[in-house]
């Protein structure tokens, strides 16, 4: 018996000298500078959630989501966060690129000025001005919009510059409103001035579209599926996670970057995000699983005011997949 318990513990004892398998490094590169938005990836991270996956996460700020799809296409990051409609653009005109997951399923788009300015619907715009980015996605979906509200370009007047000017047109007292998401521009408006707005939201005048997702290399998706399922998988627990205790999660940026912004603002950006996670057909399922209606919805609307091939239409399914996606209660 005493030989039989020396053997074991010899045994353990080599088990325990051998080094653990080494987690997965894996790269996420953001849309954007960092905002309420990214508070689940931090708070995934600081959890451990995605080590619990065996991925080692680096998180990296972007410089805009054509950028860091490019950076995805060419592998320079192994999964990026953007705007879905962006990434379509850049898979139409061959970008190996593919969304593994599409959070945020209602459009974050709107027109937004001071509360005190008392503009609360598409009529209150007449008469006002609106500071506009040329050629963003915003601006592209922008007559769409009047459209479907009844207000003509010839109702207000617009200002134009990069995503600062804008900015400041509407801190300055130059512009009445600007185009912005509700989560991102509104805080940065109320870091800078401590003043809140309020948003004139396209998604409430019948404009579904999706945004934000997760995109991937689709040669990276077929070389390392096991590891795409267990980065998705993380995923969605870290967004689950960080629905339950937005503080805490937007705490986490913080944590992971000082100069990351203001904690009440990133929480209430944070908040004013979760409700653009899921649609009606999808309230009942976890974050990512978008319904393919919703996306034929955003291609065709992409085809007619966006700017996207009409062949885009020939195949939706092609931008995205949800194969990589934990089933429920997985």
Excluded: C
Aim: aromatic share 8%.
């Amino acid at each position: 018996m005493k030989r039989w318990m020396g053997v074991v513990s010899a045994a353990l004892m080599v088990f325990a000298a051998m080094p653990a398998q080494a987690a997965d490094k894996v790269v996420l590169m953001l849309n954007w500078y960092v905002y309420g938005e990214h508070a689940p990836f931090y708070y995934g991270k600081a959890k451990g959630i995605y080590a619990t996956e065996g991925i080692d996460l680096e998180i990296q700020e972007g410089r805009g989501s054509a950028a860091t799809t490019q950076a995805v296409a060419a592998k320079t990051a192994d999964f990026g966060y953007v705007d879905v409609p962006t990434m379509m653009r850049a898979a139409i005109k061959g970008a190996p690129v593919v969304a593994t997951g599409v959070l945020l399923q209602t459009s974050p788009m709107s027109a937004m000025g001071f509360v005190d300015k008392n503009i609360r619907k598409p009529e209150d715009i007449k008469g006002k001005t609106v500071a506009i980015t040329p050629a963003d996605s915003m601006t592209q979906i922008w007559p769409l919009f009047l459209k479907k509200t009844g207000l003509k370009e010839s109702d207000f007047k617009t200002v134009a510059g990069d995503g600062q000017t804008k900015l400041n047109a509407v801190i300055n007292g130059q512009a009445d409103l600007l185009l912005g998401y509700v989560m991102d521009q509104s805080m940065k408006i109320k870091d800078a001035t401590g003043k809140d707005v309020y948003p004139i939201k396209f998604a409430d005048y019948g404009i579904n579209m999706v945004s934000s997702g997760i995109i991937a290399n689709t040669d990276y998706v077929k070389a390392n599926a096991d590891l795409v399922r267990r980065f998705m998988s993380a995923t969605t627990k870290a967004v689950e996670a960080a629905e339950k205790e937005p503080k805490a999660a937007a705490q986490s940026i913080l944590d992971a970057n000082p100069k990351g912004g203001k904690i009440d603002t990133l929480t209430q950006g944070f908040e004013l995000t979760i409700p653009l996670y899921r649609t009606a057909e999808t309230k009942s399922k976890r974050p990512f699983q978008v319904a393919d209606q919703n996306m034929t919805e955003t291609v065709n609307l992409l085809v007619e005011y966006g700017g996207l091939d009409a062949k885009a239409k020939e195949n939706p399914k092609a931008f995205y997949t949800n194969d990589y996606l934990p089933k429920s209660g997985s």
